[in-house]
């Protein structure tokens, strides 16, 4: 089942990030302006995926635990309020690793291999037949996490779903030898919010290939970001009729110019010939300047007080160590094993 962001009854929210790398604004628009949207009306939880951030990072760790409080800082510098949202780290969660133990004895590998979300990211990774059994595995992981939550809504893209799908199948599987409801089945809800593109234009965007613009870019590097962007390939005057279709810049503004008419009007004088190139990618490069500076400077803040992060992650993984250890509990007693 799934629902949208019009969705107002209070529900239990999982959602969250492998540290891997700074957010961008990729991010920011597909995932993190809706968690600031929730977080005052549902329980939310993020969990900083640590743990899965290793599985298909474990031949250079640093990548990951070198970013836990990159990530953080993104979270509370576009507003996410550890008051209102528990933020934890997974590696802190011991009842994740256990519960993720007992569903995989219920999940085969076939049933593994099949998942279409799986499946796209071995063939995107290059694995080949190397799959690390942790990657293969990350199905039932994020089984473990949206369960041990009880979430009932959890916040993905559509190319996600099959991962949800999955989870229900666990679950269902758990209450059905349990002859009871001991786990909650979840419901996706789906962004309304536009897929943006990379800056090249080819490729989705990515923390590690470079085509992205993190949300702590300084205004060097976000200048050089915007002036590298596709356009129209063919439109080599001002005067030549633009395609905008594809046109990364294009794509940009209609996500982050606060004045749409004003879009509209530009993408109507590119079509027809007179609006260079230069002059939108300069317009964009206003807007998201504009957009990033108070977020970069809020950023910066807190990565200059890591403590505050630290003690921020330790709080909330305690409220959610005593959340998840109660599921365990519950998730034990199905297989027989409260023997203490």
Known sequence: MQTTQTETQSETILTGDRATGPLHLGHYVGSLQQRVALQSIHQQTILVADMQGLTDNAHQPEKVSSNILNVVADYLAVGIDPQQTTICLQSQLPALAELTMYYSNLVSIARLERNPTVKNEIHSKGFGRSIPAGFLTY???????ISAFRATLVPVGDDQLPMLEQTNEIVRKINSLAGGEVLLECRALLSNAPRLPSTDGKNKMSKSMGN???????????????????????HLRVDDLGQIEGNVVFTYLDAFHPDHAYVAQLKEQYQRGGLGD???KKILEECL?????????????????KAQLIEILRLGSQIAQDKTEQVLIDVRGVFGLNLF
């Open 139 to 145: 199905p039932i992981s994020q089984a473990a996490d």
């Open 289 to 305: 300047q504009e957009l990033l500076k108070p977020i970069r400077e809020r950023r910066q803040r807190y990565l200059d007080d």
């Open 212 to 234: 992205a613009i993190n949300l702590g870019a300084s205004e060097q590097e976000l200048r050089a970001a915007v002036k590298s962007m596709y356009t129209d390939p063919n």
């Open 278 to 280: 230069g002059t939108t």
